[in-house]
C-alpha cells in the first residue's frame, strides 16, 4: 500500500510540474509541437515590412520599447503588510464621505499582496497578514468563500494549481470610485512610501471613476463568478426619456473634447524664484538646493561651503565634540558662538577642502552633504553639526560633480581622469568604476530608478551605464563640444543633455537615439531640470536667462540655425546673474541659483 501511495504521490507532483511549466510556455508564446492540431504551416516565419512598422509603432504608443525599466526591486515581506497597515489606518481615520468608497479597496488589495507575497516566497509574512486581517473580509458574505480559500495556499504551486484563485489573480477587480475619493487616495500614496500598493493597483486593480449625469449606462457588480467584478449593462429605466439621453450623451461629448483640449494645450508655466549671490568675492562654482526646497548650499573657489536656509526656520547647530575647521585660541571668547548655536542662524560656512569646490549635492533626507574639489577629494558633511565626517579618496584628478542617487544610498562622481565613480556613505573606496570617455568627464546624474548613471564628458558624448555591472548600455553623440549638463525626466523616458554648444538634446532612452534638438540660448547652458509630470524642461546659463520648453510633442526642427525652436514657451531673462543651478518643486514653483556678475 504504502508503495502504490508513493507512486500515486510521485504522479501528481509530476503532473503539476507539468502543468506549470506548460503554463509558463504558454505565457512565453512557445509552441506546442506535440499538440494534435499543431501544423507547420500555422507558424508565421516571416512579417511584412508593413506589419512590422504598425506593430513597433503600437509598441512605442504603449511605452513597452520607450523606456528604461523603472520598476521597483523586490521588496521583503514585511514591507507588504506595513504599507497595507499604513493604508488601513488612513482609510479608517478618513473622512466618511471618503471612507465608505475607499473601504472597497481593502479586500482586493488584501487578496493580491496575500498572492503576491506567496508568490514571491514570503509565506510566513503571508499568513502573518492573513491572521491580522481575515476576521474583517470573512464577515462579507460575498467574500468569505475566497479569504478561507487563501488558508491553505502555502507555495506557489499551490496558487498555480488552484483556478479559483488563478482567475482572481489574472483578472483586474473593477472598483467604482467617486472622483474626489480617488483624488483623496492619490494625495496619500504621493506622500508615503507605497511602491507595493503602486504595483498591485496598476496591474490588478482597475478604479472607474463614476459619473455624475443623470442616466448612468453602466453599473459594477461585484457579486459575479468566483468574486471576480463583472461589468453589465443596467436596464432602462421607465422614467428616462430620450432627450436626456441625448443630454447625457452629448455632455459626455463636450466633457471628452474639453479633456483633450486641455492635455494637447501648453503646460501651466511654473512660477520662478531666483536666488542671486552679491558681491560673492570668493568666486561661486556651483550650487544645489535640497529637495524640499528649504536648503540651498554653495561651493566657492576659496575652498569653502555656504549653506543658506530658504526657510523662515534657522540653522541650528546641535552638539558636537570638536570642529576641526576652527582654531580658538586662548584668549577667544565663546560667549557670542554659544548664542549662535542656541539660537540658530540663517547661513553656515563649511571648510575642509584644499581647493575650489566644483561640485556639492544633498541628500534626499537632507542629513548629508556631499562636495567634490580640485583636491581629488569627496567630503561628507553632517547637516546636525555642519561638520565633515569622512573624506573619500580615489581619484588623482580635480573631481568636477558630484550627485547623491534618488533614495541617498549611493553617490556617483566625474573626475578629470576620464572616469566615474560609484560611492557609497558607509565605504570610503568605489564601489564601481566607470571607463570609457576619451577626456575628462564633466557631469553625472542618477536615473530615477537608480540602475543607470548618465554621464555627459568633454569628448562631446554622453554615456548611459548599468550601475549593477558597470556596462555602458547607451553611447550618445551628437554633441559639437563639451557635454556640462544633463537631466532625466521624472517617468525615466528622456535624458536632457546640453552644454557649450548652446544646443539642447533630448535623447529617447528605449530608442537609443535622438528625440529632439532645443535651440535659443546664446552662451553656455549650466543646469537642465524636467518638472514633475516630465511636461516642461527649463534650462538656465551664463545667458543670464531661464528657458522653459515644452517637450511633450515633437516639432518639425526645420527651422534655420539662428532661429529658436518652436517648442520654446517662454524666456525670463536676469539683468546680469548666470544661472548655475534649477530646481522644481512639486508645487509648480521653479527655484534657480546663481552668481551675479559685476
Avoid at 510 to 532: A, N, Q
Wanted: some cysteine; overall charge negative.
Amino acid at each position: 500500500m504504502d508503495l502504490e501511495k508513493n507512486v500515486t504521490m510521485k504522479r501528481v507532483n509530476s503532473e503539476q510540474i507539468q502543468a506549470a511549466v506548460l503554463q509558463y510556455l504558454k505565457r512565453r508564446n512557445y509552441i506546442d509541437t506535440s499538440a494534435d492540431n499543431f501544423s507547420k504551416k500555422s507558424i508565421k516565419l516571416t512579417e511584412s515590412l508593413t506589419s512590422m512598422a504598425a506593430q513597433a509603432a503600437a509598441d512605442r504608443e504603449m511605452g513597452a520599447l520607450n523606456m528604461v525599466s523603472c520598476t521597483t526591486c523586490e521588496a521583503d515581506g514585511d514591507v507588504y503588510e506595513e504599507q497595507f497597515n499604513k493604508l488601513k489606518c488612513f482609510i479608517d481615520e478618513s473622512l466618511e464621505e471618503y471612507k465608505s468608497d475607499l473601504q472597497g479597496l481593502l479586500y482586493p488589495l488584501f487578496v493580491h499582496l496575500f498572492l503576491e507575497m506567496i508568490y514571491g516566497g514570503h509565506k510566513s509574512a503571508a499568513h502573518s497578514l492573513y491572521n491580522k486581517h481575515h476576521s474583517v473580509f470573512i464577515e462579507m458574505s460575498e467574500h468569505s468563500e475566497l479569504v478561507r480559500s487563501l488558508t491553505g495556499v502555502m507555495n506557489s504551486m499551490d496558487l498555480l494549481t488552484n483556478p479559483y484563485l488563478t482567475a482572481f489573480r489574472e483578472s483586474k477587480y473593477v472598483l467604482s470610485i467617486s472622483k474626489e475619493s480617488l483624488d483623496y487616495l492619490m494625495r496619500y500614496l504621493q506622500s508615503q512610501d507605497t511602491s507595493v500598493i503602486l504595483k498591485v493597483l496598476n496591474l490588478n486593480i482597475h478604479m472607474q471613476v463614476r459619473g455624475t449625469f443623470r442616466n448612468t449606462d453602466f453599473q459594477i457588480d461585484n457579486e459575479g463568478p468566483n468574486n471576480i467584478p463583472t461589468t453589465q449593462q443596467a436596464p432602462p429605466t421607465q422614467d428616462s426619456s430620450q432627450s436626456g439621453s441625448n443630454d447625457s450623451v452629448s455632455e459626455l461629448a463636450s466633457l471628452r473634447e474639453t479633456i483633450e483640449k486641455v492635455r494637447q494645450g501648453p503646460p501651466t508655466l511654473p512660477s520662478i524664484l531666483l536666488y542671486s549671490l552679491i558681491n560673492a568675492y570668493q568666486g561661486l562654482c556651483c550650487t544645489n538646493i535640497s529637495q524640499d526646497s528649504t536648503l540651498l548650499i554653495g561651493g566657492f573657489e576659496d575652498a569653502s561651503m555656504k549653506a543658506w536656509s530658504l526657510s523662515p526656520k534657522k540653522l541650528k547647530t546641535a552638539r558636537h565634540h570638536v570642529d576641526v575647521s576652527t582654531v580658538h585660541l586662548a584668549g577667544d571668547c565663546f560667549d557670542d558662538i554659544i548664542r549662535e548655536d542656541s539660537v540658530g542662524s540663517e547661513s553656515k560656512v563649511l571648510r575642509g577642502h584644499s581647493g575650489p569646490v566644483y561640485g556639492c549635492s544633498i541628500s534626499p533626507d537632507k542629513n548629508h552633504i556631499i562636495s567634490c574639489s580640485e583636491d581629488t577629494t569627496v567630503r561628507s558633511w553632517n547637516t546636525s553639526t555642519y561638520t565633515n565626517t569622512c573624506i573619500y579618496r580615489g581619484h588623482n584628478y580635480p573631481i568636477w560633480d558630484v550627485e547623491f542617487s534618488p533614495f541617498g544610498t549611493y553617490f556617483a562622481t566625474a573626475c578629470k581622469d576620464h572616469t566615474a565613480r560609484l560611492w557609497t556613505l558607509e565605504r570610503t573606496y568605489p564601489l564601481r568604476i566607470f571607463a570609457g570617455h576619451i577626456t575628462d568627464v564633466d557631469c553625472v546624474r542618477f536615473h530615477p530608478n537608480c540602475k543607470y548613471l548618465a554621464t555627459g564628458s568633454s569628448d562631446k558624448t554622453v554615456r548611459l551605464w548599468n550601475t549593477l555591472d558597470g556596462k555602458c548600455v547607451r553611447l550618445f553623440n551628437n554633441h559639437r563640444s563639451t557635454v556640462l549638463s544633463l537631466a532625466f525626466s521624472n517617468d525615466g523616458k528622456y535624458l536632457a543633455s546640453a552644454g557649450e554648444d548652446r544646443r539642447i538634446k533630448l535623447w529617447d532612452l528605449g530608442m537609443g537615439s535622438l528625440f529632439k534638438e532645443l535651440r535659443g540660448h546664446t552662451d553656455i547652458v549650466h543646469s537642465l531640470c524636467f518638472s514633475p509630470d516630465s511636461s516642461m524642461l527649463a534650462s538656465g546659463g551664463i545667458d543670464n536667462s531661464i528657458r522653459i520648453w515644452d517637450v511633450r510633442h515633437n516639432f518639425s526642427n526645420k527651422q534655420s540655425e539662428s532661429s529658436a525652436s518652436p517648442e520654446l514657451l517662454s524666456v525670463y531673462s536676469t539683468r546680469s546673474t548666470n544661472i548655475q543651478n534649477i530646481h522644481f518643486s512639486k508645487c509648480n514653483l521653479l527655484l534657480a541659483a546663481g552668481s551675479q556678475q559685476s
